[in-house]
């Protein structure tokens, strides 16, 4: 009995209401509905800021993250960092697939833009202003036949190189 009473209130609630939006809908929102999802759709085009963990879906947290290639990626927690250690580039895939635009970092060089190792500080070259290091002699014979070539690259992957005036 209670029960019937409750569900005849609770329907003749949504009755009363039912008109009213209805109404509302076909006069008025549609129009701004319809502009509502084109920004959606804009908004996905143009790529949206990451607000989602990549591993668990929850929000994240601006304190923990990881950098990739010069991209930044958050997560909700460090156990999803973790997991996101082991595939990066997996991850970060399916994240620009869904139009998630990634923050860009800048870092300073690290490595070897030739052989990918570690640079020592002793051994550079300049071009075109910048300061490129490398880990061994041969790389940087090999860097002096097409620097732009590695600059490129580089500054692809967020390397901020250091600036040298010219001196001639
Ligand atoms: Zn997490
Ligand atoms: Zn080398």
Same mark, same amino acid.
């Given at each position: 009995?209670?029960?019937?009473?409750?569900?005849?209130?609770?329907?003749?609630?949504?009755?009363?209401?039912?008109?009213?939006?209805?109404?509302?809908?076909?006069?008025?929102?549609?129009?701004?509905?319809?502009?509502?999802?084109?920004?959606?759709?804009?908004?996905?085009?143009?790529?949206?800021?990451?607000?989602?963990?990549?591993?668990?879906?929850?929000?994240?947290?601006?304190?923990?993250?990881?950098?990739?290639?010069?991209?930044?990626?958050?997560?909700?927690?460090?156990? *999803? @960092? +973790?997991? %996101?250690?082991? $595939?990066?580039?997996?991850? !970060?895939?399916?994240?620009? &697939?869904?139009?998630? #635009? =990634? /923050?860009?970092?800048?870092?300073?060089?690290?490595?070897?833009?030739?052989?990918?190792?570690?640079?020592?500080?002793?051994?550079?070259?300049?071009?075109?202003?910048?300061?490129?290091?490398?880990?061994?002699?041969? *790389? @940087? +014979?090999? %860097?002096?036949? $097409?620097?732009?070539?590695? !600059?490129?690259?580089?500054? &692809?992957?967020?390397? #901020? =190189? /250091?600036?040298?005036?010219?001196?001639?």
């Amino acid at each position: 009995m209670f029960t019937r009473i409750l569900t005849t209130t609770m329907i003749t609630a949504v009755l009363a209401l039912a008109p009213a939006a209805f109404g509302q809908q076909g006069d008025h929102s549609n129009h701004s509905e319809k502009q509502g999802s084109h920004a959606k759709m804009n908004a996905k085009a143009m790529g949206q800021a990451q607000t989602a963990c990549p591993i668990s879906g929850k929000p994240i947290d601006k304190k923990i993250y990881a950098d990739y290639n010069g991209e930044r990626v958050y997560f909700c927690c460090e156990d *999803c @960092k +973790a997991a %996101f250690k082991n $595939d990066p580039a997996e991850v !970060i895939s399916k994240l620009k &697939a869904d139009g998630v #635009k =990634l /923050e860009k970092v800048s870092m300073m060089q690290t490595k070897c833009p030739v052989m990918g190792g570690k640079i020592d500080k002793k051994l550079s070259a300049v071009h075109d202003g910048k300061k490129v290091y490398f880990c061994c002699p041969a *790389c @940087k +014979a090999k %860097f002096e036949k $097409d620097p732009a070539k590695y !600059i490129e690259k580089m500054e &692809a992957q967020g390397v #901020k =190189l /250091e600036k040298v005036k010219k001196s001639e």
